[in-house]
């Protein structure tokens, strides 16, 4: 199992929290120091499935400068963008195998985890 982890993050650090109490201890990636490629990032988003838009934090400053509420706008150059500014990606995401979760908010964890 690999956790993108910004340790800066309430709820990335909470449901790294409550995977270890349940005695899962993943590989974790802090992706802000180590982002994920552009491959990387289509990779993921194949298995969380959903609209690529779910993947990023709307209410980021470099979301608004660069303008990604554009509708108009295609998933590759999202996550293009995502791949240029990390931050720009939701957090925290746990990933197992050939699926993963947004684990916002953390108790999501609960039953994905089942």
């Not at 802090?30 to 982002?35: G, K, M, S, W």
């Not at 990933?95 to 993963?100: E, K, T, W």
Request: glycine share 6%; proline share 7%.
């Amino acid at each position: 199992m690999k956790f993108l982890h910004n340790p800066r993050c309430s709820k990335s650090r909470e449901a790294l929290a409550l995977l270890q109490a349940r005695g899962i201890a993943p590989e974790v990636v802090e992706y802000l120091v180590t982002p994920l490629s552009l491959s990387e990032l289509q990779a993921l988003h194949a298995r969380l499935g959903g609209p690529v838009r779910a993947m990023l934090r709307d209410g980021e400053d470099d979301y608004r400068e660069l303008g990604l509420a554009d509708a108009s706008l295609s998933d590759e150059q999202l996550l293009r963008a995502v791949a240029e500014r990390p931050r720009l990606m939701q957090r925290p995401i746990v990933i197992d195998g050939d699926r993963a979760l947004i684990a916002r908010p953390p108790a999501l964890l609960d039953d994905w985890l089942k």
